[in-house]
């Protein structure tokens, strides 16, 4: 299982835009074959920050969602130019 956070902080004025299209690539992505969970949440006190939670059934499935046209268009063609901030990592469930 791949687990994957990622943090997005969006530009000043652009949270809303990144919100909409988000809500758009999680029905996308629920869709792929190997995604086992894909959550997208934002914050509450600081509506411009965003938390995404996914679960992939192995490497393969995830190299496969970032190759996808969703993928391509919203994130990197959309969602990407309207932030100020991005990370993401790759995470172990602690047994």
Do not use: K
Not at 9 to 33: F, M
Not at 59 to 74: G, I, L, V, W
């Amino acid at each position: 299982m791949i687990n994957v956070i990622a943090r997005y902080r969006a530009r000043e004025g652009s949270a809303d835009q990144v919100a909409t299209v988000l809500a758009r690539h999680v029905a996308a992505t629920r869709r792929e074959p190997g995604c086992v969970q894909f959550i997208a949440y934002r914050s509450r006190t600081a509506p411009g920050e965003f938390v995404l939670y996914e679960q992939y059934l192995d490497e393969e499935s995830f190299e496969a969602h970032r190759q996808t046209a969703h993928f391509r268009e919203d994130v990197e063609g959309s969602i990407v130019p309207l932030l100020a901030e991005r990370n993401w990592d790759r995470y172990e469930e602690v047994a």
